[in-house]
T-cell receptor
């Protein structure tokens, strides 16, 4: 399996809801990433996990909470989001850090109402 | 400061014409540079990286340290090349990709 998968594909949530995004890879990669991407803009890094430990947090608001339960799985827990958080959330993985290539998932399209 | 600049938001060419997408970077040391492509409704994927010096889908990119540039070129554009292209730089800690703002390439028939 050489792909990064993300579920759900689409998510609509209210500002008081709690939801989670899921990312999975079975390539044996030990680094995983969350990005946020607005339309026609580059991805913005949110978090990096290396060997299941959080190694980079790009000053992301606490309403976004990442979790890496094992080397294949990455979650992003969402709570009390704002409409401006609506975006495409991308997961990526790489063999290690430093890395020569990051493999991206298809993303979850999040709409906050 | 580490930075990637793509000066063109949109580049429109006709099929069969040469295309060059510009990328300039700011980095102290030896940079690790990449081009990523995002076709409509598809995932972001690596097109090429400077260390491998490969040609992918007819695209090449040469690192010019003197001009701090890593421009992407293709001699004959195809309609299927229409996509968003991002130049990216690996930061000096190796964990973060610094993306340019992207250039949308439109190849007209």
């Amino acid at each position: 399996d050489t792909e990064v998968t993300q579920t759900p594909k689409h998510l609509v949530m209210g500002m008081t809801n709690k939801k989670s995004l899921k990312c999975e890879q079975h390539m044996g990669h030990r680094a995983m990433y969350w990005y946020k991407q607005k339309a026609k803009k580059p991805p913005e890094l949110m978090f990096v996990y290396s060997y299941e430990k959080l190694s980079i947090n790009e000053s992301v608001p606490s309403r976004f909470s990442p979790e890496c339960p094992n080397s294949s799985l990455l979650n992003l827990h969402l709570h009390a989001l704002q409409p401006e958080d609506s975006a495409l959330y991308l997961c990526a993985s790489s063999q290690t850090i430093p890395t020569y290539e990051q493999y991206f998932g298809p993303g979850t399209r999040l709409t906050v109402t | 400061a580490q930075r990637v600049t793509q000066p063109e938001k949109l580049l429109s060419v006709f099929k069969g014409a040469p295309v060059e997408l510009k990328c300039n970077y700011s980095y102290s040391g030896s940079p690790e540079l990449f081009w990523y492509v995002q076709y409509s409704r598809q995932r972001l994927q690596l097109l090429l990286r400077h260390i491998s010096r490969e040609s992918i889908k007819g695209f090449t990119a040469d690192l010019n340290k003197g001009e701090t540039s890593f421009h992407l070129k293709k001699p004959f554009a195809q309609e299927e090349d229409s996509a968003m292209y991002y130049c990216a730089l690996m930061d000096n800690q190796g964990g973060k990709l610094i993306f340019g703002q992207g250039t949308e390439l439109s190849v007209k028939p």
